[in-house]
């Protein structure tokens, strides 16, 4: 049973860059029937793709953010990570990582969020 | 981009069916993943698509989708299944995920 964990900073202020990592255990971020997804979700709403990244490290991003935003992968620590410059209010949500099927581009295993607030 | 309509809300007494819609441009002819997604927890993909249930979902949940229209259905409504409910596709064209606004599932 794969296991995601995200780690990061919970508050950010205005204009710095947001960092986050998700560990993967239980399974290798290296199989190739998968993609490692971030999602966000403000509260009260409903999510926000973030984007995607294969083992590889082709990534997807959501074309809202692309100019913001990094994603990347370390198959050697079994993490991937995403990095959001210049972050305003608006970017104040829960992340949450994410196991998509490749191919199938649903998401079946979900870590448990981490709340990060954008606030000077 | 494309885009994923759901009402708001939907109430249904126990024992009840319920019925969550989601609409899109031609959606039929794209694969739909719902979510069950209960207060301070991660979304769980109850059904993939468009009607494939995964192992430890109950049989109560199930998926169609043809034309403009998705539905996920749950019958036999118990208090355990009040949630908010949201509707995913991948698309294609521009090479992206997808979300439903979703749709809050009150138990009456």
């Known amino acids: 049973q794969v296991h995601l964990q995200e780690s990061g900073p919970g508050l950010v202020k205005p204009s710095q860059t947001l960092s986050l990592t998700c560990s993967v255990s239980?399974?290798?971020?290296?199989?190739?029937?998968?993609?490692w997804s971030w999602i966000r979700q403000p509260p009260g709403k409903g999510p926000e793709w973030i984007g995607h990244?294969?083992?590889?490290?082709?990534?997807y991003y959501n074309p809202s953010l692309k100019s913001r935003l990094v994603l990347s992968v370390d198959t050697s620590k079994n993490q991937f990570s995403l990095k959001l410059t210049s972050v305003t209010a608006a970017d104040t949500a829960i992340y949450y990582c994410?196991?998509?099927?490749?191919?199938?581009?649903?998401?079946?295993?979900w870590g448990q969020g981490t709340l990060v607030t954008v606030s000077s | 981009s494309y885009v994923l309509t759901q009402s708001p809300s939907v109430s249904v007494a126990p024992g009840q069916t319920a019925r969550i819609s989601c609409g899109g441009d031609?959606?039929?002819?794209?694969?739909v993943h719902w979510y069950q997604q209960k207060p301070g927890q991660a979304p769980v993909v109850v059904v993939h698509?468009?009607?494939d249930r995964p192992s430890g979902i109950p049989e109560r949940f199930s998926g169609s989708n043809s034309g403009n229209t998705a539905t996920l259905t749950i019958s036999r409504i118990e208090a355990g299944d009040e949630a908010d409910y949201f509707c995913?596709?991948?698309?294609?064209?521009?090479?992206?995920?997808?979300f439903g606004g979703g749709t809050k599932l009150t138990v009456l």
């Open positions: 994410a196991r998509m099927f490749y191919s199938y581009y649903y998401f079946d295993s």
């Open positions: 239980g399974g290798s971020i290296g199989n190739r029937d998968y993609y």
């Open positions: 990244i294969y083992y590889s490290g082709s990534a």
């Open positions: 031609n959606i039929g002819s794209r694969s």
């Open positions: 698509d468009d009607t």
């Open positions: 995913q596709v991948w698309d294609s064209s521009s090479d992206h995920v997808v």
